[in-house]
């Protein structure tokens, strides 16, 4: 269920969506948002200089985390939590298959990404280790985490629901938006995934598709100068 806050509400007009423009969970819910046609708002929160820690963003997060989506009077949090609440709330484009067994195979898929490879690779966690390892163990932690996981996915894709193109089925979803920025992570770190033929299917698959042209980190760089309203339905 969407995290919400009451005393904090989100006005009933188009949303607004706080993130960063290289955060994995950020990234997962631009996708969604595209993929859905949602126009939004942005409010960018630079983690690397702590804004995701001021006053006025704990106010809306308690976490001090980003994405935070303001839609429907409510403020939610959570990138799984929010693509969930748009599912429920926006059925199409379906993120989610039909079928329960298959839901719950693009639910696994997800959290394998958001639960278990994100976490260990988050800014919070890679400063740790390097404050207690060094620069090249930062690198070290991060390059192996993203492997052993991105092995994972691979095999976990090995199932009936994936046809050689998105996670599952012939359109993407929930696993496809939580996947591919994981893509972007890394390729960032040195991290090739070229061996990895579902893996790679589904990065095909979802790079030729116009929602994650949109939703990719290089359009909201703020040397760019990427436009702070995105996203319309056509």
């Known amino acids: 269920m969407a995290e919400l806050s009451t005393e904090h509400p989100a006005p009933a007009g188009k949303p607004v969506l706080h993130d960063y423009w290289r955060s994995s969970a950020s990234y997962r819910v631009r996708i969604a948002l595209a993929l859905k046609g949602i126009a939004y708002d942005r409010v960018p929160v630079d983690l690397v200089a702590g804004v995701q820690r001021n006053a006025r963003h704990l106010a809306l997060n308690p976490q001090g985390l980003v994405p ?14 929010i693509i969930e609440y748009l599912e429920e709330t926006r059925s199409e484009p379906a993120l989610l298959p039909k079928g329960e067994e298959a839901r719950a195979r693009v639910r696994a898929l997800s959290l394998a990404v958001a639960c278990e490879i994100h976490p260990l690779s988050n800014l919070a966690v890679l400063g740790r280790v390097e404050a207690l390892a060094g620069l090249e163990a930062r690198g070290t932690w991060n390059r192996e985490n993203i492997v052993a996981g991105l092995l994972t996915v691979e095999a976990m894709l090995d199932n009936s629901g994936f ?5 599952h089925g012939d359109q993407p979803g929930m696993a496809d938006c939580t996947l591919i920025p994981q893509l972007y992570n890394a390729t960032r770190w040195g991290v090739t995934f070229d061996h990895l033929p579902r893996v790679s299917a589904v990065a095909r698959a979802c790079d030729a ?3 994650f042209a949109a939703a990719h ?8 100068k990427a436009k702070e309203t995105v996203g319309e339905r056509k």
């Open 68 to 81: 935070v989506l303001e839609i429907d009077g409510l403020v939610l949090t959570q990138s799984l939590a």
């Open 163 to 167: 046809i050689d193109r998105f996670c």
């Open 209 to 211: 598709l116009p929602a």
């Open 217 to 224: 980190p290089d359009n909201f760089d703020p040397s760019r």
